[in-house]
């Protein structure tokens, strides 16, 4: 298996939370993806959703807090954005390129992620088979993001670099783990 640890960035912006962290790991073997998130620190001043009672694939859930990564076949414009939820809720778009020809893909049906919390720690893991999206041996390009809303309101952007004048975890220069 082909294991990289990671470690997300804010964008700078007037809301900062200096006590948070966000770590993680993501790896490929043949072609199970496994992702995990660790966000820790002053957990008190994240505005996290609760655990739904049914998970389900919703929309928007980069609205409130919500973990993120995106899967580009590298040398195609095509990608995939995974979209996991503290509350459970889940979703994946497909695109054909960048913002373009944007789907939520059908020949997935479930995101199983497993997420515990602790007092300053939220951890969130996801195994996941590609073999419906993703031939064996495709390489892949991959970016990670998280948005971390706050208590107060106000929004953080979190990804493994920040290439632009703002936020954009869509541009395929931010896909910098390579699988």
């Not at 082909?2 to 006590?19: D, G, M, Q, T």
């Not at 969130?124 to 073999?131: A, F, K, R, T, Y």
Request: proline letters at 7%.
């Amino acid at each position: 298996m082909n294991i990289r640890s990671f470690s997300l960035k804010p964008f700078p912006s007037a809301v900062l939370l200096p006590h948070l962290k966000i770590t993680g790991n993501i790896g490929r073997c043949l072609n199970t993806l496994s992702i995990s998130y660790e966000l820790s620190g002053t957990l008190e001043e994240v505005s996290i959703p609760a655990q739904a009672d049914m998970r389900v694939r919703k929309n928007g859930l980069w609205e409130e807090t919500c973990f993120e990564f995106f899967l580009g076949i590298k040398d195609s414009d095509r990608y995939w954005e995974f979209n996991l939820s503290p509350a459970g809720h889940w979703n994946i778009y497909r695109f054909t390129s960048c913002r373009q020809g944007m789907q939520e893909e059908p020949t997935l049906m479930t995101l199983p992620f497993r997420l515990r919390t602790q007092p300053e720690t939220l951890l969130l893991s996801l195994e996941l088979d590609l073999d419906r999206i993703i031939q064996p041996g495709e390489a892949l390009q991959v970016g990670i993001s998280a948005v971390i809303k706050t208590i107060h309101g106000g929004v953080m952007c979190w990804s493994l670099t920040h290439p632009g004048p703002r936020p954009d975890f869509h541009r395929r220069d931010s896909f910098i783990i390579e699988l």
